[in-house]
């Protein structure tokens, strides 16, 4: 029975290999991929021959997601606040004081003004409007700064610190 490529016993030749591959410039996984061993085996025959990867492309395309993601987000709070504003020109009474209410009826789809906003359909948009704006503060607080209120808090107990430290009576050291 074969050992699996994980499972053999690491040689010289693949700690020739994964130098001289390295040398070249090839990145973990193409190593890995030529000398028939997996990233993880890689890695730490390259960490016994005190080799690194340059991860710059990594830090690039990772950070690029970030941006591509907070991006994405800020499209979507748009929409969420733009849809609740939406639902709340439903709730508001057009410019003849009324609001139009359609509904199905055994008749099919019968349209009424009223001159008010029907219990049931407030209720809904109502919460649909509360929908769309926590999830929307919700987003928003993903891009926020975790660190400021920290610093705040730090900031503002140390001003207290040194306050209390000013306002303290002076030891003359005499007694």
């Known amino acids: 029975m074969a050992l699996r490529r994980d499972q053999r016993r690491i040689t010289d030749e693949d700690r020739s290999a994964v130098r001289a591959l390295h040398a070249e410039g ?10 028939g061993r997996g990233s993880r085996t890689v890695s730490v025959l390259a960490a016994e021959l005190g080799l690194s990867f340059d991860r710059t492309h990594t830090a690039i395309a990772t950070e690029a997601r970030v941006i591509d993601a907070k ?4 499209a979507l709070i748009d929409r969420a606040y733009a849809r609740a504003e939406k639902l709340f020109q439903r709730l508001e009474a057009d410019e003849e004081g ?4 359609t509904a199905t009826t ?3 789809i019968e349209t009424e003004r009223l001159d008010h906003v ?4 407030e209720k809904a948009l ?8 926590t999830q929307a503060a919700r987003l928003e607080q993903l891009d926020g700064d975790p660190g400021l209120d920290a610093a705040k808090s730090m900031l503002g107990g140390l001003a207290e610190g040194l306050r209390r430290i000013a306002e303290a009576p ?6």
Not at 98 to 101: D, I, S, W
Not at 126 to 133: D, E, K, P, V
């Open 170 to 175: 002076e030891d003359t050291g005499e007694g």
């Open 98 to 101: 009324t609001f139009k209410y």
């Open 71 to 74: 991006a994405r987000r800020s």
């Open 26 to 35: 090839l990145g973990r996984n193409e190593i890995a991929r030529r000398i």
């Open 118 to 121: 029907p219990g049931q359909e």
């Open 126 to 133: 109502a919460a649909s409007i509360s929908s769309y704006l």
């Open 106 to 108: 055994v008749n099919g």
